[in-house]
T-cell receptor, first 112, second 112 residues
Framework: DAGVIQSPRHEVTEMGQEVTLRCKPI?????LFWYRQTMMRGLELLIY????????DSGMPEDRFSAKMPNASFSTLKIQPSEPRDSAVYFC??????????FGPGTRLTVT | DQQVKQNSPSLSVQEGRISILNCDYT??????FLWYKKYPAEGPTFLIS?????DKNEDGRFTVFLNKSAKHLSLHIVPSQPGDSAVYFC???????????FGKGTKLSVIP
């Protein structure tokens, strides 16, 4: 199994631009999670899906952030417009209906 | 409000000795605890877990201890190896939820 796949691995963009992060979960996993990691706040859960349905988006910082899961093998996290304070590493994780989550390699986002 | 706390940002240990990483939590609703290991430029990987009905779980060189009355858990690595050098995250889960709350991590350095 290829594991959780995220793209791009690195993204550098200018303030005000739209950013789209992509995730392919492990096949057969029912749960998908989006996290953000920063030095100040550590690893924070932004949103998670169960069977493609968003369950809890209380961690999404602002309306500038949105996430979708159109099918079981693909999810996107979009930031529009992006701001310098959005600079962080964004992780996607999936889970087969257990407590253990399997993380992707992350996308390092830099907004200048 | 940080519900899962790892108060030591870093720890250095000699190769062959024991590494002890600590974690405290405040939410009494947490009933399942996990440790993740993270290398630079990679996502966290699951290491070991423990249910609140147990006080110890062992897997090879790794042992996790849980003290529910003190709301404290620890990860013991014996013997420590240079390849164990990584950031270790403690995570907790509430019954009925697949949402994990993470600590900020402890960077372990094992010195050859």
């Amino acid at each position: 199994d290829a594991g959780v796949i995220q793209s791009p691995r690195h993204e550098v963009t200018e303030m005000g631009q739209e950013v789209t992060l992509r995730c392919k979960p492990i096949s057969g996993h029912d749960y998908l999670f989006w996290y953000r990691q920063t030095m100040m706040r550590g690893l924070e859960l932004l949103i998670y899906f169960n069977n493609n349905v968003p369950i809890d988006d209380s961690g999404m910082p602002e309306d500038r952030f949105s996430a979708k899961m159109p099918n079981a093998s693909f999810s996107t996290l979009k930031i529009q417009p992006s701001e310098p304070r959005d600079s962080a590493v964004y992780f996607c994780a999936s889970s087969p209906n257990t407590y253990e989550q399997y993380f992707g390699p992350g996308t390092r986002l830099t907004v200048t | 409000d940080q519900q899962v706390k790892q108060n030591s940002p870093s720890l250095s240990v000699q190769e062959g000795r024991i590494s002890i990483l600590n974690c405290d939590y405040t939410n009494s609703m947490f009933d399942y605890f996990l440790w993740y290991k993270k290398y630079p430029a990679e996502g966290p990987t699951f290491l070991i877990s423990i249910s609140s009905i147990k006080d110890k779980n062992e897997d090879g060189r790794f042992t996790v201890f849980l003290n529910k009355s003190a709301k404290h858990l620890s990860l013991h690595i014996v013997p420590s190896q240079p390849g164990d050098s990584a950031v270790y995250f403690c995570a907790a889960n509430r019954a009925g939820s697949y949402q994990l709350t993470f600590g900020k991590g402890t960077k372990l350095s094992v010195i050859p």
